[in-house]
């Protein structure tokens, strides 16, 4: 059974750009839920979707903003880019309830430049 | 708001020895879920062990096992004979039930010793 499978595992980009990350789930999973991890601020929860529809969100502005697709992947994309949104971005993917816990990804690194 | 705090920012313990991680939370609800999740260096986060709060009985997988003290809001992991590839960051984390999330600790960064 595959896992969870994030693309790009690394990306390198100039302040100002918008970038698009990309998350397949397991097979099977409805939700997919997506965290930023930075040395300074730790594991952060950005949003959480579930067919299709945006369940919960984080603290973060609204330039992080991500959508689901009818097969379950989902994107996150982050516009007008700043230094400080160099992290970690975690995606994690579950059956849709917190009983079942969610399973991971590797992660995008993404450095702003 | 809840947070979950891991005091210990590191840890080291020989090869085949016990060690203990520490995670204490703060909820006013009652029906939530804990979790601890291991991440090597390939980035990708483990689930290691979880705990349903209306659970009394500590969970335990393989090597891994929780005291789970609810009204001491305190969920920590001992790992029993470590091993080398235990060498990891390991996260505590909460979730309120119908949250859709979880809320992190800050990590413990745990050494083996050969």
């Known amino acids: 059974k595959a896992g969870v499978t994030q693309t790009p595992r690394y990306l390198i980009k100039t302040r100002g750009q918008q970038v698009t990350l990309s998350c397949s789930p397991i097979s099977g999973h409805r939700s997919v839920s997506w965290y930023q991890q930075t040395p300074g601020q730790g594991l952060q929860f950005l949003f959480e979707y579930f067919s299709e529809t945006q369940r919960n969100k984080g603290n973060f502005p609204g330039r992080f903003s991500g959508r689901q697709f009818s097969n379950s992947r989902s994107e996150m994309n982050v516009s007008t880019l700043e230094l400080g949104d160099s992290a970690l971005y975690l995606c994690?993917?579950?059956?849709?309830?917190?009983?079942?816990?969610?399973?991971f990804g590797s992660g995008t690194r993404l450095t702003v430049v | 708001a809840q947070t979950v705090t891991q005091s210990q920012p590191e840890m080291s313990v020989q090869e085949a020895e016990t060690v203990t991680l520490s995670c204490t939370y703060d909820t006013s609800e009652s029906d939530y879920y804990l979790f601890w999740y291991k991440q090597p260096p390939s980035r990708q986060m483990i689930l290691v062990i979880r705990q349903e709060a209306y659970k009394q009985q500590n969970a335990t997988e393989n090597r891994f096992s929780v005291n789970f003290q609810k009204a001491a809001k305190s969920f920590s992991l001992k790992i029993s004979d470590s091993q080398l590839g235990d060498a990891a960051m390991y996260f505590c984390a909460y979730s309120r039930q119908g949250a859709q999330k979880l809320v992190f600790g800050q990590g413990t960064r745990l050494t083996i010793n050969p």
């Open positions: 994690a993917s579950s059956l849709g309830a917190d009983y079942y816990g969610y399973t």
